[in-house]
């Protein structure tokens, strides 16, 4: 059982540089969620989809930018990396609204410099 | 405006005496309530979720949590802790037709043999 599996785990970028942050889940879940982890601030949701082809905007979309061309992926996209994107960033399915329960990846440790 | 907040960032407690982790809500509708348990540098688990069907929620490793919704409180409870229950703890909040859920900012919990 895979699960939710983000890739990759670590990274470190330059300020400026761009990156793709992959999420696959084959649990055939339609709704996907990006949050950021920072200590004090718990998660903050950057991104979230519910649904192939559709995304919305969470509590800190800004500087990022998402798609869900396929049911199985989201992917999470830094154009220009900022130090203040330092982070761990975790990807996150469920089958839809109301009570299931997330599913999390192990989280990607990302470092700006 | 809708926010859950969880009152202590940090409990401290012996093992084998009980733990208490707090978390209020503010809403004026009934919500879907989860707790999370994150451990070292792993990625979200699911404790417990509240259904409506009962007020005292049972979850997983000993945990329960009780709805009260006069107070709009979900604290969680466990009348033992363990060494293998030091982890970060998060309250969840989901409002009814909406897409994505509100962490509340953690509560890390120590246990000392």
């Known amino acids: 059982n895979a699960g939710v599996t983000q890739t990759p785990k670590f990274r470190v970028l330059k300020t400026g540089q761009s990156m793709t942050l992959l999420c696959a889940q084959d649990?055939?879940?339609?709704?996907m969620y990006w949050y950021r982890q920072d200590p004090g601030l718990g998660l903050r949701l950057i991104h979230y989809s519910v649904g192939e082809g559709t995304t919305a905007k969470g509590e800190v979309p800004d500087g990022y930018n998402v798609s869900r061309l396929k049911k199985q992926n989201f992917l999470l996209g830094l154009e220009s990396a900022a130090p203040s994107q330092t982070s761990v960033y975790f990807c996150a399915s469920s089958s839809g609204q109301g009570l299931e329960k997330l599913f999390f990846g192990s989280g990607t440790q990302l470092s700006v410099l | 405006a809708q926010s859950v907040t969880q009152l202590d960032s940090h409990v401290s407690v012996s093992e084998g005496t009980p733990v208490l982790l707090r978390c209020n809500y503010s809403s004026s509708y009934s919500p879907s309530l989860f707790w999370y348990v994150q451990h070292p540098n792993k990625g979200l688990q699911l404790l417990l979720k509240?259904?409506?069907?009962?007020?005292l929620v049972k979850g997983i490793n000993g945990f329960e949590a009780e709805f009260k919704k006069s107070e709009t409180s979900f604290h969680l409870t466990k009348p033992s802790a363990h060494m293998s229950d030091a982890a970060e703890y998060f309250c969840?909040?989901?409002?009814?037709?909406?897409?994505?859920?509100?962490f509340g900012k953690g509560t890390k919990l120590s246990v000392k043999p």
């Open positions: 649990m055939n879940h339609e709704y």
């Open positions: 509240y259904t409506s069907a009962a007020t």
């Open positions: 969840v909040v989901r409002w009814i037709g909406q897409g994505n859920l509100i």
